[in-house]
Each structure stands twice: as structure tokens, then as C-alpha cells.
């Protein structure tokens, strides 16, 4: 095993000795709400937006942007568990603002191994066993954050699977001060019909 393995087993060991009456949590989410937000590691929902065990869904993708699972997860959160708002979270200096489909399309081509940047851009370290499978794919890259909580929150209120009732709200968290920061128009976006 890797010394992560044994790290994350015995962070479990000492979670789940404590673990005491969370395993009587409703599967419904207490607070009724849902986030959509980037998989960043310097973002903690729990702790940016006041969250323990049971109290909402989190749903966390590259970027935090409205994908088709996005979207889908959602729904569920909604239709059989009983969420009645939804918080879409981008975040300042996401690496999804680094690179655009185009690039990553050409370092797929080149290669399955881990890229590098640097001051000129993304480069790939080569060695074949690159895939044209990424042309596929629609990477949801953000060229600009207020642009793109607003298109998500956008694509979300549009959706037929969305109810019209249930009011989407979007925010912009700064990785360097830790504090949300709404969007105006996406919130507007996202209000009721």
C-alpha cells in the first residue's frame, strides 16, 4: 500500500471511533439545499458555507460547472430527497481558466501522462499513448468567472427537468480570503418563475 493509503485508512479508523449518531442521519439532507461547486482542494464547502454531516448536498466537478451529471445530480437532489434551493460556486484562480478545449484536446493527443505548465503554457511530456478520445468531450473550460456562474445558473434554471420554483443562486468564492462573493446577474438569472 502507499503511505496516502495507509494515511486515509487511519484518518477513518479515528473518524469512524467517533462517529457516534451520524449513522441516524435522514438520507434527506436536513437544510433542504444543494452546492454545485469545483473539486479544488483549497475549497471546503463544509466549512465555507456552515455545513455538518446530513445538512446538504454537495455536488463538486472540475470547475463547478452545470454538466449533464451536474444537472442530474441535481435533479435527484430535488425530486426524491428535497432540496428546495441550489448554490452554484466558482472560485477565483481555477485551473479551468488555464488551458481551453483546444489545448487540452492536443495534450490528450500527445499523451496520457500528467502535463506541465509554465510562464509560456501547457506542455505535455510526450511518450506517445495519447488518445484522440478528447475531441469528444466538452471540457467546460471558464474563460471568465462571472460569466460562467451566470451561464450555469443560466443553463440550470433552463433545463425541463428544473422546476421553476426552486431559486438558484450564484456566488464566487475567493481562495484567498476564504469569503463568497455573489454574482448579481446569475442570482437574477436563477430567481423563481
Known sequence: MSKIVDEVMAANQAYAAAFGDKGKLPMPPGRRFAILTCMDARLDPAKYAGLAEGDA???????????????????????????????????????????????????LRSSLKTASVDASGWHDPGGGGGSAEGEHISWLTIPNLEQSVTEDVRRIRNHPLVPGDIPIYGYIYDVRTGKLTEVPEATTSGKPR
Not at 460547472?65 to 445530480?73: C, E, K, L, P, Q
Open 57 to 107: 448536498h454537495v455536488i463538486r466537478n472540475a470547475g463547478g460547472r452545470a454538466s449533464d451529471d451536474a444537472i442530474r445530480s441535481l435533479v435527484i437532489s430535488y425530486k426524491l430527497l428535497g432540496t428546495r434551493e441550489w448554490f452554484v460556486v466558482h472560485h477565483t484562480d481555477c485551473g479551468m481558466q488555464t488551458f481551453t478545449d483546444d489545448v487540452m484536446r492536443r495534450l
